[in-house]
């Protein structure tokens, strides 16, 4: 059975760097097609794609948010990370990971969530 | 960047209505669909990917179709669980992409 948590702040402030980590269960990072993604939602508002990386540790990210964003994995620890920079209000949403089906494609498995709220 | 629009935002329907959302890409990308059901609070549940295959644990009910840019979900009979958004996401080209989500409320 595969899980994943989100943890991480629930509240940062305008400007300061968010790290939210993806700790999961059920399957490796080393497997071949094996993916974890991030994805966002504001509150009230649709999914938005953010990164993902591979068992091979190729990284993809959003275009619009390439410039802000990190993502890395710890494979000995079962964990993959994101940081985003620079925060701001419109950023505030509620942040996922997912696993990545490997044959076939779709996130097949989500974290529960985690809400970010960016104040002052 | 693929743009995914869904139509319609809002459905009204009964139950053991037949209800249809469809989503339309802005370039080609094939069968690489997925379709998400979402309950407020919860995250999404994967529905349906490649367009059409069923994910394991989907009633029947459930049924996806469509390729290049033109895609619909189909659901045979509403259920009360099914009450709902749903939404679409190409993952064919990079950056991944979702639909703006179809709520699908009670008649």
């Known amino acids: 059975q595969i899980t994943l948590k989100e943890s991480g702040p629930t509240l940062v402030k305008p400007t300061q760097t968010l790290t939210l980590t993806c700790t999961f269960s059920g399957f490796s990072l080393n497997t071949p097609e094996v993916g974890v993604g991030w994805i966002r939602q504001p509150p009230g508002k649709a999914l938005e794609w953010l990164a993902v990386i591979y ?7 959003s275009p619009s948010l390439k410039s802000r964003l990190t993502i890395t994995k710890d494979t000995s620890k079962n964990q993959v990370v994101l940081k985003m920079t620079n ?13 990545r089906r490997p044959v076939g494609g779709g996130i097949d ?6 809400l970010v709220t960016v104040s002052s | 960047d693929i743009q995914m629009t869904q139509s319609p935002s809002t459905l009204s329907a009964f139950v053991g209505d037949r209800v249809t959302i469809t989503c339309r890409a802005s370039q080609s990308i094939g069968t690489w669909l997925a379709w998400y059901q ?12 490649k367009a059409s295959t069923l994910e394991s644990g989907v009633p029947s009910r459930f049924s ?3 390729s290049e840019t033109e895609f619909t979900l189909t659901i045979s009979s509403l259920q009360p669980d099914d009450f709902a958004t749903y939404s679409c996401q190409q993952y064919n080209i990079y950056p991944w992409m979702f639909g703006q989500g179809t709520k699908v409320e009670i008649k």
Do not use: F, N, R
Request: net charge negative; with cysteine.
């Open chain 1, 109 to 114: 498995s989500w974290g529960q969530g985690i």
């Open chain 1, 55 to 61: 068992w091979s540790d190729e990284k993809q990210y």
């Open chain 2, 64 to 66: 996806g179709s469509g």
């Open chain 1, 87 to 99: 925060m701001d209000p419109v950023d505030t949403a509620t942040y996922y990971c997912g696993h």
């Open chain 2, 38 to 49: 979402q309950k407020p609070g919860i995250a999404p549940k994967l529905l349906i990917y």
